[in-house]
């Protein structure tokens, strides 16, 4: 592991990694940046969580001339979380040296952005589509763009945006560098390097395992039918700082989201058909402690970075092995440990078996929680929060009561009431999720699953029917698209 401070990097991009509390670089880091810097192309593959974003954003940063008012570099991503989330990155990175970024994404006002635009940002960070679309309008500039990063390439083709991406490349300078990151790469990524990348260099960490060895990979064998309380128990059990659940369409993501709510759970949803204030509410929530479950199609599978998450729950097993791979990798991040629990149905085994096979990662099987055990879980929560009230306020206001309830009253029969009392109305309220088919293996590779991007966030399916959420603004393309 090297220092940032032997990477030969500028001083005012060292002192931002300092602001930031960085010292050392991680391996990506450390192999990548001097690649990079020397101008050559990189195609940069590490594990999720290994901090790619400073990979790129370093480079990027040192590259930029802040004297010139063109905008000089240009990153791509898949979905709008991920485009807010990178451009934040950059601009810290890019904060003592005075770099303006801006973040370009569909769903967002169009005539705000144009005029953000006339700004002059040095780094502009987008969707494709909307990207497409400011090319269309003439409201953004490619010919001075002297950086190109396409960061999760792979999952950027897999949408769809294939002609999208070699069009804004074919916009930019020929002699412009271009980056390309991701935790998994697939042959379709090759080709478009070969197309649009000069000698590039490939730069991979520890690409012998492609999942994070300090997430614990485990499984539960469960019914349709059974999924909702298993879920709940392991929460009660668990007791997560905050997780993720996955599911596989957005009518599954509503009605689970309604349910936890249901049951008492501080939870929201997120998915393509929300309208972008909604998304970014419940993002901003979700990061700020507000949200202790968010549930969300695999359109949060891919880099979204929040501190905190301990525990990702695949309450449907993913159709392909690189959404499971990214999906897990919302836990476990920068070093820290996280759980990753799948809910698979007898008929999927084998596809939980294709998984581990392709991961080379071994996926424990766990037995089912029981109601008990949940139920003593709340009830030692309840306990705690007793414990924690009675040391840390000011009970004097009840004191005379509570003298006048144990005059007739043993203590012990008092507490009890008290901590069922604590847990009550969180019995299993009965409730019905439509049900999803399970999944099938399609082949060794996920190229054969003729997927468009509406389609891998569900939308087929319609939108809930007790759902709440969906009330908002309906964005075809639930992803970048627009
Ligand atoms: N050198 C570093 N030292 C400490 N923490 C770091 C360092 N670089 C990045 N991080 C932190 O590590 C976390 C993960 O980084 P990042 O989101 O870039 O991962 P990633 O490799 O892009 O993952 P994914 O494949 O999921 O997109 C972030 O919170 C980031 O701030
Ligand atoms: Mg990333």
Sequence with gaps: MALFSELNLSEPVLKALGNMGFESATDIQSQAIPVAMTGQDVIGQAQTGTGKTVAFSIPVVEFVDTKSESLQALILTPTRELCIQVAEEIIKVGSVKGVRVLAVYGGQDIGRQIRALRNRPHVVVATPGRLMDHMNRRTVRLDGVRVAVLDEADEMLDMGFVEDIETILAECPAERQTLLFSATMKPGVRELAKKFMRDFVVVSAKASEVTVPSIEQVYYEVSEAQKLNVLTRLLDIQSPELAIVFGRTKRRVDELTSALQTRGYIADGLHGDLSQKQRDNVMSKFRDGGLDVLVATDVAARGLDVSGVTHVYNFDIPQDIDSYVHRIGRTGRAGKSGIAAT?????????????????????????????????????????????????????????????????????????????????????????????????????????????????????????????????????RGNRARG
């Design 343 to 475: 809910f698979v149905t007898p008929r999927e085994i084998d596809h939980l078996h294709h998984i581990e096979r392709v991961t080379k990662r071994k996926i424990t099987r766990k037995p089912l929680p029981t109601y008990i055990e949940a139920r003593e879980s709340k009830q030692r929560v309840a306990m705690e929060q007793l414990l924690e009230s009675s040391q840390n306020e000011d009970l004097g206001a009840f004191r005379h009561l509570a003298e006048e309830l144990l005059e007739n009253q043993d203590s012990i029969t008092v507490v009890s009431a008290a901590i069922k009392l604590l847990t009550k109305g969180t019995q299993e309220v009965p409730i019905t999720l439509t049900a999803e088919r399970p999944v099938r293996i399609r082949g060794q590779h996920k190229s054969e699953r003729g997927r468009d991007h509406r389609g891998r966030d569900g939308s087929r399916h319609g939108s809930s029917r007790f759902g709440k959420g969906s009330g908002g603004g309906h964005y």
